[in-house]
């Protein structure tokens, strides 16, 4: 999701230079479109303050029983699978994700949700490693632990 944000943040730079380049051309030497310039670009800041508290407010969670996604700034949404009803495991990664460690899980279950999709998670194989080491040990328990 970190990568979102920069990409997010990325075509914003693009857009105000644009913008700027157009007002540039357009105007010249006349810098009576510089405080517009300024006024675009403070526009576009709470947008990306915006996304980096949704981004913060998103919490990926294996325990021993359960998988867990919580999002939510303003409203909290929580959604979570029961590891012994996950019946499949699903990764998908971009070129960009693989370069940079990002991708989406989705984890398919046998109860009325279906399926349950983690968006642009850090790390998509070591999550899904993580989760299936849980639902192998609540399965398969050490002798002696309990």
């Known amino acids: 999701?970190?990568?979102s944000l920069i990409a997010g943040a990325l075509?914003?730079?693009?857009?105000?230079?644009?913008?700027?380049?157009l007002l540039w051309a357009r105007y010249g030497q006349d810098h009576r479109w510089i405080p517009a310039a300024y006024l675009l670009?403070?526009?576009?800041?709470?947008n990306l303050w915006w996304r980096l508290t949704v981004w913060r407010a998103h919490q990926f969670v294996v325990t021993n029983r359960r998988v867990?996604?919580?999002?939510?700034?303003?409203?909290?949404e929580v959604i979570d699978s029961a590891l012994d009803k996950v019946?499949?495991?699903?990764?998908?990664q971009t070129?960009?994700?693989?370069?940079?460690?990002f991708g989406d899980v989705e984890v398919l279950t046998a109860s009325e949700t279906g399926r349950n999709l983690f968006r642009a998670i850090a790390d998509p194989l070591g999550f899904k490693r993580t989760m299936l080491d849980?639902?192998?040990?609540?399965?398969?328990?050490?002798?002696?632990?309990?």
């Open 95 to 101: 070129l960009l994700g693989r370069l940079f460690n």
């Open 11 to 21: 075509v914003y730079v693009v857009a105000m230079l644009v913008i700027v380049s």
């Open 1 to 3: 999701m970190a990568f």
């Open 134 to 146: 849980a639902q192998h040990a609540l399965f398969h328990p050490v002798q002696g632990q309990g």
């Open 41 to 46: 670009a403070l526009l576009g800041l709470p």
């Open 87 to 92: 019946t499949d495991v699903r990764t998908q």
């Open 68 to 76: 867990i996604q919580i999002s939510g700034v303003l409203t909290k």
